[in-house]
């Protein structure tokens, strides 16, 4: 491992008092800013080798921008005594708009999907550092808008039908948690004018559960509650399910709004 001392002024000057193992690793410069051990240095290179195959083949043409730059490897103390930062204990990275750098934490939540994170960090940083005017993009600021309206939430000749499955309109983590019996449940009562306020009875022949459609429509099309007052969140989210072509298709008229955005 050789070192790299070509630091931008003011990272150099935040770090001084670190002694840090830097390396090159394509076009990031890689700190090790805490002792880690081998299987850490394992973990990390394999979770990058995905993340850049997977933005290098992203829908979002521009998003291998962001494959440059600082990532620094470490606790999420070490980190964030620099940072100032505070991170919830599930975390497994995050993206400093201040530094302008990405954190992998190295005692973060490790699952076999924990690389997943790192795309959505990267997706912040393309959005502050790549796209035109960063947060302040009017195109995906009136995008967000939009859509926190209800204007791209959903089409109301998408909304459930007598017979339709449960599964078919609810994110799997929802379902999983509706549904103790192991059964399907279908659509089999709305009550009110679909559209306007409705609502959905789903059942099988031993439990059944009422949505709202308001509730139906949020799951199905419309952001996480995090992301739904936070805009950078909804960017990252909706970007990191391009990237990952993990969209559900309800979300499909949002995704190509903004691929049409971004890609233009």
């Given at each position: 491992m050789r070192y790299i001392y070509a630091l931008d002024k003011d990272l150099k000057k935040q770090w001084a008092s670190h002694k840090e193992r830097i390396f090159k690793l394509g076009g990031f410069t890689v700190h090790l800013a805490s002792d880690i051990t081998p299987e850490d240095l394992q973990t990390f290179s394999y979770s990058f080798e995905k993340i850049i195959?997977?933005?290098?083949?992203?829908?979002?043409?521009?998003?291998?921008?962001?494959?440059?730059?600082?990532?620094?490897?470490?606790?999420?103390?070490?980190?964030?005594?620099?940072?100032?930062?505070?991170?919830?204990?599930?975390?497994?990275?995050?993206?400093?708009?201040?530094?302008?750098?990405v954190d992998y934490f190295t005692d973060g939540l490790r699952t076999s999907e924990a690389w997943v994170v790192l795309i959505h960090e990267f997706a912040h940083k393309f959005h502050v550092e790549e796209v035109p005017n960063g947060l302040r993009n009017q195109g995906i600021l009136d995008l967000y808008e939009e859509l926190k309206e209800g204007l791209l939430c959903y089409d109301k000749a998408e909304l459930p039908k007598l017979g339709d499955p449960l599964s078919k309109y609810t994110k799997p983590q929802t379902y999983r948690?509706?549904?103790?019996?192991?059964?399907?449940?279908?659509?089999?009562?709305?009550?009110?004018?679909?559209?306007?306020?409705?609502?959905?009875?789903?059942?099988?022949?031993?439990?059944?559960?009422?949505?709202?459609?308001?509730?139906?429509?949020?799951?199905?099309?419309?952001?996480?509650?995090?992301?739904?007052?936070?805009?950078?969140?909804?960017?990252?989210?909706?970007?990191?399910?391009?990237?990952?072509?993990?969209?559900p298709p309800k979300d499909y008229t949002q995704a190509s709004k903004l691929l049409k955005l971004l890609n233009s």
């Amino acid at each position: 491992m050789r070192y790299i001392y070509a630091l931008d002024k003011d990272l150099k000057k935040q770090w001084a008092s670190h002694k840090e193992r830097i390396f090159k690793l394509g076009g990031f410069t890689v700190h090790l800013a805490s002792d880690i051990t081998p299987e850490d240095l394992q973990t990390f290179s394999y979770s990058f080798e995905k993340i850049i195959l997977a933005i290098q083949h992203s829908p979002v043409k521009n998003f291998k921008k962001v494959l440059k730059g600082h990532v620094y490897v470490g606790t999420k103390d070490d980190l964030c005594k620099w940072q100032g930062c505070k991170v919830p204990p599930f975390s497994n990275g995050m993206y400093s708009q201040k530094f302008k750098v990405v954190d992998y934490f190295t005692d973060g939540l490790r699952t076999s999907e924990a690389w997943v994170v790192l795309i959505h960090e990267f997706a912040h940083k393309f959005h502050v550092e790549e796209v035109p005017n960063g947060l302040r993009n009017q195109g995906i600021l009136d995008l967000y808008e939009e859509l926190k309206e209800g204007l791209l939430c959903y089409d109301k000749a998408e909304l459930p039908k007598l017979g339709d499955p449960l599964s078919k309109y609810t994110k799997p983590q929802t379902y999983r948690g509706l549904l103790g019996t192991g059964k399907e449940l279908y659509l089999t009562e709305i009550d009110g004018v679909p559209g306007e306020g409705a609502e959905y009875h789903f059942s099988n022949d031993l439990v059944g559960v009422i949505k709202e459609e308001k509730s139906l429509i949020q799951s199905l099309h419309c952001p996480s509650m995090y992301a739904y007052h936070n805009h950078a969140e909804w960017f990252a989210e909706m970007v990191t399910m391009i990237t990952l072509e993990e969209l559900p298709p309800k979300d499909y008229t949002q995704a190509s709004k903004l691929l049409k955005l971004l890609n233009s």
